[in-house]
């Protein structure tokens, strides 16, 4: 469902961040990426759907090409999970899922009273899935940071994608919250089916919720194995 070749990607100012990245993922899968901070990882996740601009290669969604052409489509088949949550604090849980509903370019206009019926459903939905449906009308600055996390994987599924991207989901969070986080996108994965990409940095949470390990270092992909084969020897790459 996501095919991606020789992917490159070097920055304005001369950096180059991704050097040639091929990655298959198939339709249900559970990926995680490791690598190290600088290595890549974010920006990987916001060329697939579409906040950066490749300099070269391909990304196949979907067996539709990502491109200027394709981004709404893109976008409308990817839900995007943010180290920091990125929730507006001074709306209600159910608000900042809604917002989740608005494509990129009115993202920050008021425009709650606007949702039908059926969306604020839809909304409530979500937050049930999360386990935080009795939240729904709390600001989202009153809640502890593994409950915004949720808010903010409600915020992801409520437009159903088809590709969860996870840049780094529980990296501000406690042990204990983080495994709850990464236990929920596996329950949605499994539930829905939705293919899931999550950049960490804890080998361990990788190893025991995903199908399949991949290392990155210096914007290139240097393992990518089954997450029961991973071993030391792996690790020693991307951490040596
Ligand atoms: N907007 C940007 N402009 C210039 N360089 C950037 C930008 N974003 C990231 N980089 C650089 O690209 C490389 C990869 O960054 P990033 O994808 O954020 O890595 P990671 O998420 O693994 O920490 C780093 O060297 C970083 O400094
Ligand atoms: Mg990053």
Redesign the pocket.
């Known amino acids: 469902m996501l095919e991606i070749n020789d992917l490159t990607k070097t920055?304005a100012?001369g950096?180059p961040?991704l050097k040639g990245v091929n990655l298959k993922i198939n339709k249900g899968e559970f990926v995680s990426i490791l690598?190290r901070?600088?290595?890549?990882?974010?920006?990987l996740l916001r060329s697939i759907n579409g906040l950066e601009t490749a300099s070269g290669g391909e990304i196949y969604l979907d067996n539709k090409q990502v491109n200027l052409e394709t981004i709404n489509e893109v976008q409308n088949k990817t839900g995007m999970i943010f180290q920091e949550f990125n929730l507006v604090n001074n709306l209600s849980a159910i608000n900042n899922v809604l917002t989740g509903l608005l494509s990129s370019s009115n993202k920050f206009l008021s425009l709650f009273y606007l949702f039908s019926k059926d969306q604020k459903i839809d909304a409530l939905k979500s937050l049930e899935t999360v386990g935080l449906l009795e939240k729904s009308y709390n600001r989202s600055d009153e809640l502890s940071g593994g409950q915004r996390q949720r808010v903010g994987i409600a915020r992801a599924i409520i437009k159903k994608p088809l590709l969860l991207l996870a840049d780094e989901p529980v990296a501000s969070l406690d042990p204990k919250a983080a495994d709850l986080i990464l236990s929920l996108l596996k329950k949605i994965n499994k539930e829905y089916g939705t293919t899931i990409l999550c950049?960490l940095h804890q080998v361990d949470l990788a190893k025991k919720y995903s199908d399949r390990v991949v290392g990155l270092v210096d914007g290139k992909v240097i393992f990518n194995e089954k997450s029961n084969d991973i071993d030391k020897n792996y690790l020693e790459k991307i951490y040596a």
């Open positions: 920055f100012n950096t961040a690598g901070s600088g290595s890549g990882k974010t920006t950049n």
